[in-house]
């Protein structure tokens, strides 16, 4: 089947009317991710961010918070797109996460580099954790569909590809059942 034919005639128009007949369903969770000070001031000295982090991540005591300081310092790390430190990322989001399996923000972030290294099943299996906890965040079917590609899973990875298109477009869209690859 070609793109073109997934995406004209009844099946297009079936897809579309049940998607919005089920967007009423849904509701939103609240994000129970705390937000404790540290480690979001990298816009300055970089060295001194770093070590002001360091001492955040330290000293924090509670489990979940100290799962989100964390992802801080991985996502800061990731944000400079150098592929030597992922590897250094990937630990401290794979510490955030067994401290707080919930912290979704750093599956979504460890399935990201993932996907950058070709690791597709890991992405996928991060990724699709982290749609679980946070279904109604259509980012992480983006991503989840990019994994699903490189897995030669094309009509999965466009159903999570039209979610996000028509999610962008302003049309509500619950999100569907799919249960992961295995």
Known sequence: MTGTAFFR????????????????????????MPDPPGCN??????????????????KEADPTAK???L??????IIDQHDFKTYPAAIALLSQAITLFPGNYRALHERAYVYNEFGHWADAL????????????????YQERAEAKLNLHDVEGARSD????QLKDAGVPVP????PPMK
Do not use: H, W
Not at 16 to 32: G, I, M, N, T, W
Not at 45 to 58: L, M, P, Q, R
Not at 71 to 76: I, K, S, T
């Open 125 to 140: 299996k991060n990724i699709d954790q982290r749609i679980t906890l946070q279904p109604q965040e259509y980012d992480g």
């Open 175 to 178: 999100p569907p059942d799919d």
């Open 9 to 32: 005639g009844d099946r297009m128009r079936a897809i579309c009317f049940v998607l919005a007949l089920a967007a009423f369903s849904v509701s939103a969770r609240a994000d129970d």
């Open 161 to 164: 590809d039209l979610i996000k």
């Open 41 to 58: 001031d990298f816009g300055g000295e970089t060295s001194v961010a770093e070590a002001a982090c360091g001492a955040a991540i330290a």
């Open 71 to 76: 992802y801080r310092r991985a996502y800061e």
């Open 67 to 69: 799962s989100v300081l």
